[in-house]
């Protein structure tokens, strides 16, 4: 059973279309995440939900809307796609907010813009 | 937060033990050192976890002196599946987990 699974794997549109990534755990967990990992590697968070709750928005863009339904999901829709949206979202999920919980994330959706 | 230093990337061989050291000099009295790993086209994975001393599990073992500012994760005689990146963080429990980040990482080649 995969804990934290992302779909679709792959995304490729056009600039200016409106996209969305669905993220589900199934490990029980209070906190989700998104983060955004660029092609220098470097992985940065966006947001965190605890509850359904937004704890962490670290200066996103308005385009960039989570929706979390219930704790066991957490769903990111993106408007008005631009080229430097285009990375790997990984969206991850831990038992409790503190940072020494392990955090255990999904392979991650491929954002390519065109 | 404590900043971390980690080398860009190590090369090692099949077989050999690899150490990959975190500096973290602004370390906290709360502070612990996590350390992820990450495969090509995967998120990243939990891997282990400490605040002083020596931690070891079945993945790898992690080193921490007295003073710890820094750390060591030490991977057994490594094979091809164990090149990935590694990521250390060093963060406290009533830090938002949101708000530790995971840096650079160091990306570990291992050659036949």
């Known amino acids: 059973d995969t804990a934290v699974s992302q779909t679709p794997k792959y995304l490729v549109t056009q600039m200016g279309n409106d996209k969305s990534i669905k993220c589900e755990q199934n490990l029980g967990h209070d906190t989700m995440y998104w983060y955004k990992q660029d092609s220098k590697k470097f992985l940065k968070i966006m947001f965190s939900y605890n509850n359904k709750e937004l704890i962490i928005n670290e200066t996103v863009p308005n385009r960039f809307s989570p929706k979390s339904p219930d704790k066991a999901h957490l769903n990111l829709h993106i408007n008005s796609l631009e080229l430097g949206d285009s990375a790997v979202y990984f969206c991850a999920s831990s038992q409790g907010q503190g940072a020494t919980q392990p955090q255990h994330f999904g392979d991650g959706t491929r954002l390519s813009i065109l | 937060l404590a900043k971390t230093t980690q080398p860009i990337s190590m090369d090692s061989y099949e077989g050999q033990e690899v150490n990959i050291t975190c500096s973290h000099n602004n370390i906290a009295t709360n502070d612990y050192i996590t350390w992820y790993q990450q495969f090509p086209s995967q998120g990243p994975r939990f891997i282990i976890q400490g605040y002083k001393t020596k931690v070891t599990n079945e993945v790898a073992s992690l080193f921490i002196p007295a003073d710890r500012k820094s750390s060591t994760l030490s991977l057994p005689r490594v094979s091809l599946s164990d090149t990935a990146v590694y990521y250390c963080?060093?963060?406290?429990?009533?830090?938002?987990?949101?708000?530790?980040?995971f840096g650079d990482g160091t990306t570990l080649t291992v050659k036949p």
């Open positions: 963080l060093v963060a406290s429990w009533n830090t938002n987990a949101g708000k530790s980040t």
